[in-house]
């Protein structure tokens, strides 16, 4: 082979490399997208995805066992028509603190309103998502049914004020 055979076999075996490894890529960021998926189509708990502007552009398939919805029925409405006044009035105030810079995983325990009008107790930690220069851009978070854990807490309470009322009795 002469020196132009050798630059030319050299370029297709670093082309055939480049090829390579990007298939590699592909195949690798295939098999993470398919366990994300696995993880929230499968978890009890609701994850979800909003803009800045309280617009839901994700939303896990467990709104439909927490609150009644199908996901497509609240992607690209506001997370704050599924919250009663009071823990719309939380997450606005949350939603402020993370425009100011404050970047920590925020939890609150917010009274949603479920698809028959009923309320669920639920807890939700979210984190702020912020672009390359510090602007908010989004918020991912988890959001959790406490609504048995409300009720365990209201019947230790009732239980420890009747028996501080039965000891005073005494």
Known sequence: YNEED???MMAVSQLVAVAIERKKAEEALAASE???RIVTENSADLIWYMNSDTMITYVSPAIKPMLGYEPEEVVSS??????TRESADLMLSGIE???HGDQSVQTVELSMIKKDQSILEAEARARSIVDDQGKLHAFCGITRD???RKQYESA???AKDAAENANLAK
Do not use: K, P, W
């Open 78 to 83: 506001s997370i704050l028509n599924l919250v």
């Open 146 to 148: 406490i609504s048995q």
């Open 97 to 99: 603190d993370s425009r």
């Open 6 to 8: 050798m630059g030319l």
């Open 34 to 36: 398919e366990t994300l």
């Open 156 to 158: 230790l309470i009732a």
